[in-house]
């Protein structure tokens, strides 16, 4: 009879045959991440698969320090460690000691690597933004000079302000001379005295923008006294350098429109505020006008002579108000006395004498007003209108009074 081996016998011949497979031993596993888990003990769980196959995977805590980034679902990776088997479930799988990512993935590891280096050195913080002059003469422009990003860049340059100055670095913005080529750029304009600075490219992968992402490229826009404008690539696209420079622009033609500005669009503005100033001019010089006015009169009120005059004229109403008063008041007195003399005159005797009567009185200057009081041969005084005249009294008769029934 054959020999009969058991279950772990055979799964420790086979982990043997593992263990003596030099290649096995140490390998480089290329392949895409899936059923990633991170344990709670610190191992790494995860699938190393292609479109043709897959292998269980695991990364002990011991050998973390071999991983540079956080993995995830779908990255591509190349795995250094060993195949081996777990002989309790007969299964093999890789043994990973260190793990990167592959291609545009380890250039994205680097990117943010040293994205956290520079932010956390203070490259990227809002205090050291320097303001983008709005109004600018002299514009320079660091990138390739041939290319649709350059050719952008100065047509709408020209066509929002004919009048500023285009100064052209013509910098090589791929490969490995790139990153030396912008520094030198940034620098050359810098001491050219430029207003502001535009330094970019047009779109590409991650590769062609590569040279933006450099430290040194990164450095010199942070140590650049004139302030810099990144434009690189397309709106989607996301460099070192437009952290670190003071204003990003989606694009070149965006950077253009925010470095140079509207020189019609000023000149409009220019010309509203001088109709604006003007009408408040007009309308301030109104009101000085008008409140001189108004002092004028008020001192013209407020002054002696003005006083004076006011014065003047108020006792001259005053004068004319009196005389009239007094006119009336004598013209009624005048009245009233003409209605008294008028009945002092039916009073008077001598008015009475001068209708015809007289007036009789005796001896004695008593009047006579009764027969009975005289007697006959009395010497009795008759005043009449112009002098008296001495009577006798011859006779005298008494008339008969009548008596009503």
């Given at each position: 009879?054959?020999?009969?081996?058991?279950?772990?016998?055979?799964?420790?011949?086979?982990?043997?045959?593992?263990?003596?497979?030099?290649?096995?031993?140490?390998?480089?596993?290329?392949?895409?991440?899936?059923?990633?888990?991170?344990?709670?003990?610190?191992?790494?769980?995860?699938?190393?698969?292609?479109?043709?196959?897959?292998?269980?995977?695991?990364?002990?805590?011991?050998?973390?320090?071999?991983?540079?980034?956080?993995?995830?679902?779908?990255?591509?990776?190349?795995?250094?460690?060993?195949?081996?088997?777990?002989?309790?479930?007969?299964?093999?799988?890789?043994?990973?000691?260190?793990?990167?990512?592959?291609?545009?993935?380890?250039?994205?590891?680097?990117?943010?690597?040293?994205?956290?280096?520079?932010?956390?050195?203070?490259?990227?913080?809002?205090?050291?933004?320097?303001?983008?002059?709005?109004?600018?003469?002299?514009?320079?422009?660091?990138?390739?000079?041939?290319?649709?990003?350059?050719?952008?860049?100065?047509?709408?340059?020209?066509?929002?302000?004919?009048?500023?100055?285009?100064?052209?670095?013509?910098?090589?913005?791929?490969?490995?001379?790139?990153?030396?080529?912008?520094?030198?750029?940034?620098?050359?304009?810098?001491?050219?005295?430029?207003?502001?600075?535009?330094?970019?490219?047009?779109?590409?992968?991650?590769?062609?923008?590569?040279?933006?992402?450099?430290?040194?490229?990164?450095?010199?826009?942070?140590?650049?006294?004139?302030?810099?404008?990144?434009?690189?690539?397309?709106?989607?696209?996301?460099?070192?350098?437009?952290?670190?420079?003071?204003?990003?622009?989606?694009?070149?033609?965006?950077?253009?429109?925010?470095?140079?500005?509207?020189?019609?669009?000023?000149?409009?503005?220019?010309?509203?505020?001088?109709?604006?100033?003007?009408?408040?001019?007009?309308?301030?010089?109104?009101?000085?006008?008008?409140?001189?006015?108004?002092?004028?009169?008020?001192?013209?009120?407020?002054?002696?002579?003005?006083?004076?005059?006011?014065?003047?004229?108020?006792?001259?109403?005053?004068?004319?108000?009196?005389?009239?008063?007094?006119?009336?008041?004598?013209?009624?007195?005048?009245?009233?006395?003409?209605?008294?003399?008028?009945?002092?005159?039916?009073?008077?005797?001598?008015?009475?004498?001068?209708?015809?009567?007289?007036?009789?009185?005796?001896?004695?200057?008593?009047t006579v007003t009764d027969v009975n009081r005289v007697q006959p041969?009395?010497?009795?005084?008759?005043?009449?209108?112009?002098?008296?005249?001495?009577?006798?009294?011859?006779?005298?008769?008494?008339?008969?009074?009548?008596?009503?029934?």
């Open positions: 009879m054959k020999n009969v081996y058991t279950v772990a016998q055979v799964n420790s011949y086979i982990k043997n045959m593992f263990t003596q497979d030099f290649l096995l031993q140490s390998i480089l596993v290329k392949g895409e991440v899936s059923n990633c888990k991170y344990h709670s003990s610190g191992h790494i769980y995860f699938t190393l698969k292609d479109e043709k196959g897959a292998i269980a995977c695991v990364m002990f805590a011991g050998n973390r320090s071999g991983l540079k980034f956080h993995m995830r679902e779908g990255q591509q990776v190349v795995v250094a460690g060993t195949v081996d088997v777990y002989e309790r479930d007969g299964k093999y799988q890789l043994y990973a000691r260190e793990i990167i990512l592959d291609g545009a993935g380890l250039l994205y590891e680097r990117f943010e690597q040293l994205k956290r280096e520079l932010e956390d050195r203070g490259l990227f913080s809002l205090e050291y933004k320097r303001q983008i002059p709005k109004f600018v003469r002299r514009l320079g422009v660091v990138t390739a000079p041939t290319g649709a990003a350059v050719r952008d860049i100065i047509n709408i340059a020209r066509r929002r302000n004919p009048y500023v100055q285009i100064i052209l670095y013509p910098a090589i913005v791929q490969g490995d001379q790139a990153p030396q080529s912008i520094v030198n750029g940034i620098r050359a304009l810098e001491q050219a005295g430029v207003d502001v600075m535009i330094v970019g490219r047009g779109g590409g992968s991650i590769e062609d923008l590569w040279a933006f992402n450099e430290e040194i490229v990164a450095q010199a826009i942070f140590d650049c006294s004139v302030p810099v404008i990144s434009a690189v690539g397309h709106e989607t696209d996301t460099t070192i350098a437009d952290y670190v420079a003071d204003l990003r622009a989606p694009t070149p033609s965006a950077g253009a429109e925010l470095a140079v500005y509207d020189a019609a669009l000023v000149e409009a503005q220019l010309k509203e505020a001088e109709a604006g100033l003007t009408r408040r001019m007009k309308q301030k010089i109104a009101a000085v006008r008008m409140q001189l006015q108004n002092s004028r009169t008020r001192l013209r009120y407020l002054s002696p002579m003005g006083q004076i005059r006011e014065k003047r004229n108020w006792l001259c109403q005053t004068e004319e108000r009196l005389q009239d008063r007094m006119e009336r008041r004598l013209q009624k007195n005048r009245h009233t006395l003409s209605l008294y003399v008028e009945k002092l005159k039916g009073l008077s005797p001598l008015e009475k004498l001068n209708q015809g009567f007289s007036h009789v009185a005796d001896r004695a200057g008593r041969g009395e010497l009795l005084t008759i005043h009449v209108k112009n002098g008296r005249i001495i009577a006798e009294v011859k006779e005298k008769e008494q008339w008969k009074q009548s008596t009503g029934s």
